[in-house]
């Protein structure tokens, strides 16, 4: 096949898949349903580009993203409208800002939206910048400053008090410094620290907290100790503040899961053997959008976008 019916096959697919979205909607007609299979058979092209569409459709119901963001085929009137609103729902979640979930937005003080970074200015001089769909709360008191993380990642720049320590508490452990700079990022059941200056102690499980100096960082699960010490590009970790993201040689998978945060509803590699795929680069974060279009053009990847849903897959 050549280049450009190639090209046409690719794009054919992706009004497929289109078409596929809103079939499983909740919202096609019985003509909908015509329309597309007149459409499918159009010519060789369009047969292949629907049969390609169905057998990825039909995959993706096997991951777990699709179980959330994916409005099952309904089969009854009343179905049809439940899909239809859940679908509805979740368009408003998503275009409103933010996919937190309830508690930590109800609990915290700040919370920002999918896609929005903030920096705060605490009572005692520290600084704080709050990340992409992160939610945090302050408490200080005469004898401690603490931070509670719930979801999210956070930066810390620590004004000096001797006599009370700055605690964060994040995913079942606690980071606890004195005058320093790092960040935390909170990421499901792992928690990653990194120290651009100064010194932190990483506590978590019942050992010995962890003593982490500048250039160095360590990630941890909630009731087990912090894992090995790493060197770390603190300037790399800490790039998002400045708007950036930065990638040096870092996995696929990685590389997705840092975007993922910016951008609404969900990315999902399709084929996990490019989820070690290597990755160099300076993206911008107030265009995630252009970092998809980048890594498309420039590596064996297709970006496919539904709904709350971004697929890459393998290019043909």
């Known amino acids: 096949m050549s280049e450009h019916s190639t090209q046409d096959l690719a794009q054919l697919e992706e009004q497929a898949i289109e078409r596929l979205v809103h079939l499983h909607s909740g919202r096609a007609s019985v003509a909908d349903r015509q329309a597309f299979e007149h459409w499918s058979q159009r010519s060789d092209a369009h047969r292949a580009a629907a049969r390609s ?28 409208r439940l899909a239809a609103a859940l679908a509805a729902s979740l368009a408003i979640l998503v275009v409103g800002g933010t996919l937190l979930d309830p508690l930590p ?6 919370v920002t939206a999918v ?9 005692d001089g520290s600084q704080l910048w709050l990340n992409s769909a992160s939610a945090v709360s302050i408490d200080y008191s005469p004898g401690s ?29 606690t980071v606890r410094a004195v005058g320093t700079r790092f960040d935390v990022d909170l990421q499901g059941r792992k928690t990653d620290v990194v120290v651009s200056e100064g010194i932190v102690e990483v506590a978590s499980g019942q050992q010995a907290a962890l003593r982490l100096e500048a250039g160095q960082g360590v990630t941890y ?16 970790s800490s ?11 870092r996995p696929l998978g990685e590389v997705l899961a840092e ?36 890594l498309e053009q420039t590596q064996p990847l297709r970006i496919t976008r539904l709904p709350l849903l971004t697929l890459i897959r393998p290019k043909p």
């Open 53 to 80: 569409a169905q057998a990825l459709w039909d995959d993706i119901p096997q991951t777990e993203t699709a179980r959330h963001f994916v409005p099952p085929a309904p089969r009854r009137k009343p179905r049809r």
């Open 105 to 110: 937005a109800l609990r915290a003080d700040h």
């Open 115 to 123: 896609g929005e970074r903030r920096q705060l200015q605490l009572q």
């Open 145 to 173: 400053r603490t931070i509670h993380l719930y979801k999210g990642e956070a930066l810390f720049e620590v004004a000096r008090d001797a006599d009370r320590p700055f605690i964060v508490h994040a995913g079942g452990g």
């Open 221 to 236: 699960q909630a009731g087990q100790p912090p894992g090995p010490l790493r060197q770390e590009d603190a300037q790399a």
């Open 239 to 249: 790039a998002w503040q400045r708007g950036k993201l930065i990638f040096n040689r």
């Open 259 to 294: 975007l993922g945060r910016h951008l609404p509803g969900k990315l999902h590699l399709t084929d996990g053997a490019l989820r070690e795929l290597r990755i160099s680069g300076v993206f911008e974060l107030d265009d995630p959008q252009a970092a998809l279009r980048t």
